[in-house]
């Protein structure tokens, strides 16, 4: 009995979820959900499960996987795995992947991404997928989603990103659409210690979400980040420890006012590149 009322539980956490954000659940990694959920303006390898235009020159090729536990169950575990490499001086290619959810419930993307330097002073991307839900007895449901982003310098201590989501709602299943949205943000260096965050995104049918998030480097090789958003009213924060010159360990406990905490760990690749820093956000 208790088995069942558990397995009842989860799955309908799972919709809930769905039917709150109509979106893929796609994990953007422990320095974006550290930072309030933040997408628009992450630079390191990050930027791959977020906006991949913001990848900061910097860095010839890189990787990263991200995992969490929604609201402390294993069963909404959340996968994401993200690599890249540069295709000249001022491009770069890469293939995401993700999954969350277990046999009941389970949603799956799998997405390849291109950026380039259009000038100066700003950046593109592209990235184009497939979204896939199975509802265990009702079968699955696939869609084709994009994302396209851009990035740039204002000064060298103030940069912004701006992604745009699937304008089009594609009908996932009755009364479920993909996510349609907009999402705007700034990214401040107060210091070679301090950054400060704020972005402002818009789903289509909710409310207007504000994210504002802050780093502080504690050490030259540790981190630690806090951040919040006003449509959920989540909260939270984490860290990040420099491992070796190319591997960075990540973890951030997420925490909603009624549905309890979120922890979640990841660890990226980044393998820089000489005499390339034509935008760096570090």
């Known amino acids: 009995m208790l088995r069942r009322y558990l397995y009842l539980m989860v799955t309908c956490l799972g919709l809930v979820s769905l039917s709150a954000q109509r979106t893929a659940l796609v994990n953007t990694g422990s320095l974006s959900q550290s930072l309030g959920g933040?997408?628009?303006t992450l630079d390191e390898s990050d930027a791959i499960l977020s906006n991949f235009s913001s990848l900061s020159p910097d860095y010839a090729n890189g990787g990263i996987?991200?995992?969490?536990?929604?609201?402390?169950?294993?069963?909404?575990?959340?996968?994401g795995l993200a690599g890249y490499i540069r295709t000249g001086e001022n491009g770069a290619v890469g293939l995401r992947l993700s999954n969350y959810g277990f046999e009941a419930y389970n949603e799956q993307t799998i997405s390849g991404l291109y950026c380039r330097q259009l000038g100066k002073n700003i950046a593109g991307s592209i990235e184009l997928g497939f979204?896939?839900?199975?509802?265990?007895?009702?079968?699955?449901?696939?869609?084709?989603?994009?994302?396209?982003?851009?990035?740039?310098?204002?000064?060298?201590?103030?940069?912004?990103?701006?992604?745009?989501?699937?304008?089009?709602?594609?009908?996932?299943?009755?009364?479920?659409?993909?996510?349609?949205?907009?999402?705007?943000?700034?990214?401040?260096?107060?210091?070679?210690?301090?950054?400060?965050?704020?972005?402002?995104?818009?789903?289509?049918?909710?409310?207007?979400?504000?994210?504002?998030?802050?780093?502080?480097?504690?050490?030259?090789?540790?981190?630690?980040?806090?951040?919040?958003?006003?449509?959920?009213?989540?909260?939270?924060?984490?860290?990040?420890?420099?491992?070796?010159?190319?591997?960075?360990?990540?973890?951030?406990?997420?925490?909603?006012?009624?549905?309890?905490?979120?922890?979640?760990?990841?660890?990226?690749?980044?393998?820089?590149?000489q005499g390339n820093s034509k935008r760096s956000n570090k």
Request: proline fraction near 4%.
């Open 65 to 79: 996987l991200a995992a969490e536990s929604r609201f402390g169950f294993s069963e909404l575990t959340s996968i």
């Open 38 to 40: 933040i997408t628009t």
């Open 131 to 273: 979204y896939q839900l199975s509802l265990n007895e009702f079968g699955s449901s696939r869609k084709p989603f994009y994302r396209i982003g851009l990035s740039g310098e204002i000064t060298p201590q103030l940069t912004y990103g701006l992604i745009i989501s699937n304008l089009e709602a594609a009908q996932i299943i009755d009364n479920t659409n993909l996510i349609s949205s907009l999402a705007f943000g700034l990214a401040y260096k107060v210091s070679p210690k301090i950054k400060m965050r704020v972005e402002i995104a818009k789903e289509l049918e909710t409310v207007l979400n504000v994210k504002v998030g802050i780093s502080y480097k504690v050490h030259p090789k540790f981190e630690l980040r806090a951040g919040a958003r006003t449509a959920s009213g989540q909260s939270g924060g984490g860290f990040s420890y420099q491992l070796s010159d190319k591997l960075k360990l990540q973890g951030h406990v997420l925490y909603h006012p009624v549905l309890g905490a979120t922890p979640g760990v990841g660890i990226k690749y980044q393998n820089s590149q």
